[in-house]
DNA sequence: CTGAAAGCGCTTACAG
DNA sequence: CTGAAAGCGCTTACAG
């Protein structure tokens, strides 16, 4: 940073004000097309490149978004990462990566956000506690939970219909002649858990089934466990919904190794759509979130400079059911 | 940013200069005990955090690390991605994300990366290209190619001992009594795939064997095409290895798929050890990096201030053979 | 140890 | 359209 080629030696070079180089990299200010020629032949001579912190720091505005994930876990989020970068790139945003270790976000990790004073952050795949959200208020950071709605947090959300994908999953498997269900669940807490369980089991119950409840985490792991514990217990239904994709893999290879056979035996629904769901092991049906629209709205949310920070919105996108060899 | 308490406000509150209160927050400045208890009592009733931009900008002295990745790729990389941002924050540096489409960095990247003027950049699964390597020496950023090596870039590169693993698991497979033996590639350039068929092919060699390369992409889906190519051009050996697991697993399925069974009929082996390879549809034999230390060398050599800057040191760390069910 | 002051590299009224 | 000047919020010699 030492030698850093600054606005003045381009000036120089052009024989022009510092002023009028400063212009001809801002946009909206008025320069002639000579003075605007003449700075960028000598910028590009010279490799000249705004200072990013000291523009930020007089127009009090920051170029950077906190993008907040839980490092490895679904691989259904590096799709939506990578979508958040792109599309801030367009806008002339950075992205400034938090992986937190923990559900919740750490002092150290705000810490960075605040010293950043970031244009708003993006929380992925972690329940964000009040205490992070009336930190965020108090700073006035806009933020958007994306993937999930903490009720009474006040911040933006934008999810997936999960209710309504998870009414149209039971209706999926009634109409296939289940009757019978055990839904696997994610970390308790977690809204895309709630919503899905709930839709799932209302939509039964208005049909006149029940459902079997079974306790999860989100990891594959867990999937596998109840997958096993199913078969041992001899709990076995005519059809399992699992939360996420990642649980359907482990309740898949759970009864796929104690020789129970997907579709016949048992069907299998899981959640998301990630890559390996279209691998042949488990051809798993499944349903897909608009993650193109889900990223759009919550850029727009963020970066709206009304909207950002008033009440939280809650948004649902509806994404749509994907038929594939589980059901 | 508008409502930002600042250092002279807190220096109001405390009663001391604003010089004092810069010092407190600076470590390695003396204060005496009672103004820093001053200080930092008002500090934190007033939610006080150095603004991070005026700070870099008179220290000349960048808190981001540049992270490039290629977003939606192998597994393997989140797993190094969150240890990079874990070690990176406890050294007091935040992370830039950087996300590129292609294969080689994009302008507007190298953009974001020098208007910061980035401590250094850490470059993965991406095959740098010379001109990147060219901009970020003019600009006198360090960085560090991780997991790939670019000879003649000059770049520091921090990779697993891919050739020597791949003539292990060469010997390996000799020792299972395989006589025939394929290596299924990566992309045509990346190093990863150049060492280790160099290093498979090599020790094949000095035992007395050949061997069949097909290309590849480092995709599950180049992975099932060549597998499904080695069945039905009745091209199938004793032996083969995938330069990564994600080709691994769309061999295996391609197998599978087709009655061939795995490692009765065909030993099958990989590279990276990602989730996934203990899962039981793959179970796979596999060979894992040394994360931790890999990313550990790459934080070293970046933010020393004088390897940082020399010409670029090539490392290659040991990792660990994992022996499961496809050898 | 502490305060007053200079200055990092920009943007943006303010005159002209 | 353009230049001189003020100022963003800090750190850090420089005196004391």
Redesign the pocket.
């Known amino acids: 940073?030492?030698n850093?080629?600054?606005?003045?030696e381009?000036?120089k070079l052009a024989?022009?004000?510092?002023?009028?180089?400063?212009?001809v990299?801002?946009k909206?200010?008025?320069?002639?097309k000579?003075?605007?020629k003449k700075v960028l032949e000598a910028a590009d001579q010279l490799g000249?490149?705004?200072?990013e912190?000291?523009?930020s720091?007089?127009?009090?505005?920051s170029s950077l978004v906190g993008l907040v994930m839980k490092g490895v876990s679904n691989p259904y989020y590096p799709h939506a990462v990578k979508k958040f970068t792109a599309e801030l790139k367009k806008k002339g945003y950075s992205v400034l990566l938090i992986d937190t270790d923990d559900v919740e976000l750490q002092m150290q990790d705000i810490d960075a956000l605040l010293s950043y004073h970031v244009a708003g952050v993006v929380i992925m795949d972690a329940t964000a506690s009040f205490q992070t959200a009336e930190m965020l208020k108090r700073f006035r950071i806009p933020a958007v939970l994306f993937n999930r709605v903490v009720p009474g947090s006040g911040l933006h959300s934008v999810s997936c219909e999960n209710e309504e994908a998870a009414r149209e999953i039971a209706r999926l498997l009634i109409g296939r002649g289940c009757e019978s269900f055990t839904y696997v669940g994610g970390r308790e807490g977690a809204s895309t858990h709630i919503e899905r369980l709930k839709g799932f089991t209302e939509e039964l119950k208005k049909h006149g089934f029940g459902c079997q409840v079974l306790p999860g985490d989100f990891t594959y792991a867990a999937g596998y466990r109840n997958g096993a514990e199913l078969i041992e217990s001899g709990r076995l239904t005519d059809a399992v919904f699992a939360v996420t994709d990642l649980m359907a893999y482990g309740i898949y290879d759970a009864f796929r190794d104690r020789g129970i056979r997907v579709p016949e035996q048992v069907k299998l629904v899981g959640f998301d759509d990630i890559e390996m769901s279209s691998w042949s092991p488990y051809n798993l049906s499944t349903y897909v979130h608009p993650v193109d629209r889900m990223v759009a709205l919550s850029i727009e949310l963020l970066l709206d400079p009304v909207r950002s920070l008033e009440d939280g919105e809650v948004h649902y996108l509806p994404g749509e059911m994907i038929l594939r060899g589980t059901t």
Chains 1, 2 share one sequence.
């Open positions: 940073m030492e850093q080629v600054t606005a003045h381009v000036a024989g022009v004000s510092q002023s009028s180089v400063s212009r990299f801002t909206g200010a008025s320069v002639s000579e003075t605007r000249y490149r705004p200072n912190y000291a523009r720091l007089i127009t009090r505005r």
